[in-house]
């Protein structure tokens, strides 16, 4: 057994997300958000393959993004207050990183095992924020797994998508605490 480390634990069993729409400045700056990037580059990744990459949208891009919503919107038929929703969060955000999934054509390593490396990137980034102080969210949408709208507006290329938007900024107020899953009700235990 390692060296227990009951900080870290402690964090884990209490971390809580914050809305992204509860976020505002200030934001992290560049060091700060290379140290989160870092920690979430750590993530799980068999092979080594590094099927993700990040794209850092500051809030100059989440506007561009924003405004190139409701085209795509309207080209899909989708429901303008679906469409309005989705442009309001891109552009209610000052900060965002977009984990993309980025697949490697390895036969050794599954494709699915890949996307899970680009999730486990998701939560490790969105921990990582939150362990640094930070307010935090993953959040995803139609606008974000559009592939046409992900390959116009963030250059993504055919075989990648966008794993998650994870906001990040300064917390206005902490969320309440939300029911938790119940354990029993979602664990087999086989001990033989």
């Known amino acids: 057994m390692t060296t227990p480390n009951p900080a870290a634990l402690d964090f884990l069993l209490t971390r809580r997300s914050r809305p992204a729409k509860t976020l505002t400045g200030p934001y992290p700056d560049r060091e700060t958000l290379r140290t989160i990037l870092t920690a979430a580059a750590r993530s799980p990744d068999h092979g080594k393959l590094e099927p993700w990459r ?3 949208l500051e809030a100059a891009a989440l506007d561009r993004l924003a405004a190139a919503v409701p085209a795509r919107g309207q080209a899909l038929g989708l ?7 989705a442009a309001a969060e891109l552009k209610r955000s000052g900060l965002a990183v977009a984990v993309v999934s980025s697949p490697k054509p390895v036969e050794k390593i599954p494709h699915i095992e890949q996307i899970y490396s680009a999730g486990a990137v998701c939560l490790a980034l969105l921990n990582a924020a939150l362990a640094s102080g930070w307010g935090a969210n993953w959040l995803s949408g139609w606008a974000s797994h559009d592939a046409v709208f992900v390959q116009e507006t963030l250059g993504l290329g055919p075989e990648e998508s966008v794993a998650g938007l994870i906001h990040l900024g300064t917390e206005t107020n902490a969320p309440p605490e939300r029911p938790r899953p119940d ?4 664990t087999t235990w086989v001990a033989t």
Not at 79 to 85: G, M, Q, S, V
Not at 183 to 186: E, R, V, W, Y
């Open 54 to 56: 990040f794209i850092v």
């Open 183 to 186: 354990l029993d009700a979602i």
């Open 79 to 85: 429901e303008p207050e679906k469409i309005d929703k």
